[in-house]
């Protein structure tokens, strides 16, 4: 590693510029990714700069006092294995300071994830499939809108180890995304999101009381797409979440770890069905 290596904070156009590397990668980031990973902390996009040029790029957002998540860590493949991804990644923690700090690990680097602190707790797996039309969409999906926020936020919450609001009404407001929620009697019992991707179509968040909300939800989204790919990223420590994307008759194409530097949040698992993404938790 050269003395000229620096490690900056990313303006805007170069989280645009993290986002097609990651589609170089293959990780089918969203057409509406930067802008809305951006809002959630602008100051925890890095990059690492050689002589004038972009090398490295991770994040680190930060979304109070006690949580962050690391995401985004692409190093270019000319300058891997030259220590460049490993001093961005202590800015990155150092960002973070003293918070649990989360991330999803590729399974092949678990151990190296280790080396630096962080502890494996599950495996969030990739399914995907080509969308199908539902036979009906139940009565109590709506689309959300802003006027429900607060309950949304409240729900959120038991599923995301801290809130998100600034982040999450740009997420769930982007351009081509659809977002449902599932009222009964009044009151929200679970909430999802579409977003369309370099290719197909990714679903997450899906939080749901139960399966057959969640069920509910992700068949709904699915009404106007129908053969266009589908990807649901499920937590395995939700046995549901699974086996909801297996009776769809989805394929499990990739896997991560989920790791933590301080240990497991306390959250409702039993209602996460869908993470949000790879890419921030």
């Known amino acids: 590693m050269t003395a000229s290596y620096q490690i900056e904070t990313m303006t805007r156009a170069d989280v645009r510029t993290a986002v097609d590397w ?16 951006y809002a959630a902390d602008p100051k925890g996009f890095f990059k690492g700069v050689l002589d004038g040029e972009i090398v490295a790029t991770g994040s680190a957002v930060c979304y109070d006092d006690a949580y962050a998540f690391c995401g985004f860590y692409i190093v270019a493949p000319e300058h891997r294995g ?81 809130r998100r609001d600034v982040f999450l009404k740009a997420w769930l407001f982007q351009p081509e995304a659809r977002a449902l929620a599932y009222v009964e009697d009044g009151l929200l019992k679970g909430y999802a999101l579409r977003r369309t991707c370099r290719e197909g179509h990714k679903v997450g968040p899906l939080f749901a ?19 266009e790919p589908i990807i649901l990223d499920t937590p395995e420590n939700n046995p549901e979440a699974v086996r909801l994307a297996e009776s769809r008759g989805m394929e499990k194409v990739f896997a991560t770890m989920r790791m933590y530097q301080k240990g497991l949040p306390d959250l409702a698992y039993g209602k996460i069905f869908g993470i949000t993404s790879f890419e921030l938790g």
């Not at 990651?22 to 809305?36: I, K, M, Q, S, V």
């Not at 030259?82 to 680097?109: H, M, S, W």
């Not at 689309?143 to 936020?153: S, Y």
């Open 82 to 162: 030259k220590g460049y991804g490993l001093a961005l990644t202590k800015a990155r923690l150092a960002y973070a300071g003293d918070r649990n700090v989360g991330i999803d690990g590729v399974l092949e680097n678990v151990s190296l994830y280790e080396r630096i602190g962080y502890k494996p707790f599950y495996q969030n797996c990739r399914f995907q499939a080509p969308a199908r039309r539902p036979t009906a969409v139940s009565a109590n999906i709506r689309p959300v809108t802003i006027n429900e926020f607060a309950a949304l936020r409240a729900y959120d919450r038991q599923c995301f180890p801290a």
């Open 22 to 37: 990651a589609a170089r990668e293959g990780w089918n980031p969203g057409l509406y990714d930067a802008e809305t990973f």
């Open 209 to 227: 009381d139960d399966a057959d909300v969640a069920a509910a939800l992700f068949d709904a989204l699915q009404d106007d797409i129908e053969d």
